[in-house]
């Protein structure tokens, strides 16, 4: 059983920045996709950001150039790095996790069996 446990969400004015992390109680990285989605009220679950276990990662055309996804060094934390916010990225960030997904599904929710709780981003005008 993997556990997920994201932090960092806030409230900030467009344009600055937030790091989430998400605490995974078992080492991922090695074995494990990972990866952030969102969700907004009355919307959809949103792919952001995915990391194969190779290193390899992927972005939403949302994400790309604005957002990185990392892990830390002890391999056991997930980072995704936000900068020049929206206000359309205002939503839930939730942390993700799964054994076996492909590069090609890494961003499809449906895809993900592991699940943190959410940490809140809001992005004012």
């Known amino acids: 059983q993997v556990q997920l446990v994201e932090s960092g969400g806030g409230s900030v004015q467009a344009g600055g920045s937030l790091r989430l992390s998400c605490a995974a109680s078992v080492y991922t990285y090695s074995r494990y996709y990972m990866a952030w989605f969102r969700q907004a009220p009355g919307k959809e679950r949103e792919g952001v950001a995915a990391i194969a276990s190779d290193g390899r990662t992927t972005y939403a055309d949302s994400a790309k150039g604005r957002f990185t996804i990392s892990q830390g060094n002890a391999k056991n934390t997930l980072y995704l790095q936000m900068n020049n916010l929206k206000p359309e990225d205002t939503a839930m960030y939730y942390c993700?996790?799964?054994?076996?997904?492909?590069?090609?599904?890494?961003?499809?929710?449906?895809?993900?069996?592991?699940w943190g709780r959410g940490t809140q981003v809001t992005v004012s005008s």
């Open positions: 993700a996790a799964d054994p076996a997904l492909t590069l090609m599904t890494m961003l499809y929710a449906n895809r993900y069996n592991f």
